[in-house]
């Protein structure tokens, strides 16, 4: 299976454009931790409400570590509490498991027929050894829809948010 393939079919039954959020953990989550994850959202999107209305949403969890969440705004909006409920359950996951769904600067790479995940330091240091390079491909953590994501969901290094920082470093070395 190539790495295009897990966008693709992520979410078949919400349209193209449901809004979406992405949350990458600063891991790869156990099986039991991706399990009970799962449950939880499960439980969480099937009563999400914005102001007593129902949302029509959805989730999945990529690579045991990358959570991407769904709904689709044209039936209902999402409000900002409603929203702030799906960073309060995050926020759980972090006390109970210590993972750390919010460090924005993480970068999912596919990296040798697998998913790595680097810090700016590890992957500049990637760059520079030549084990990663700016067509490698990374998770696209900004797609503002789910058919971006689904078209878009990889992308190379050099059209990721950290290609201008890691030109500037790998210029001045």
Not at 5 to 23: E, G, I, K, T
Not at 87 to 102: M, P, S, V, Y
């Amino acid at each position: 299976m190539t790495p295009m393939q897990d966008f693709q079919d992520l979410l078949p039954s919400m349209p193209d454009a449901s809004r979406v959020w992405m949350f990458g953990a600063q891991r790869v989550l156990t099986p039991l931790e991706a399990s009970n994850l799962e449950i939880e959202m499960a439980e969480f999107v099937s009563g999400w409400q914005a102001h007593g209305k129902d949302l029509l949403a959805g989730f999945g969890l990529l690579f045991h570590s990358v959570l991407v969440v769904a709904v689709d705004e044209s039936k209902e909006p999402p409000s900002g509490c409603s929203i702030d409920k799906v960073f309060k359950l995050l926020q759980l996951q972090q006390e109970k498991n210590g993972l750390d769904f919010f460090q924005r600067t993480l970068i999912w790479a596919w990296f040798e027929d697998d998913l790595r995940i680097f810090n700016q330091h590890s992957l500049l240091a990637a760059v520079q050894q030549g084990e990663v390079h700016l067509d490698t491909s990374v998770v696209n953590m900004l797609a503002p829809t789910l058919g971006d994501l689904r078209s878009a969901g990889w992308i190379p290094l050099n059209e990721s948010w950290i290609a201008k920082k890691i030109a500037r470093e790998t210029q001045s070395k």
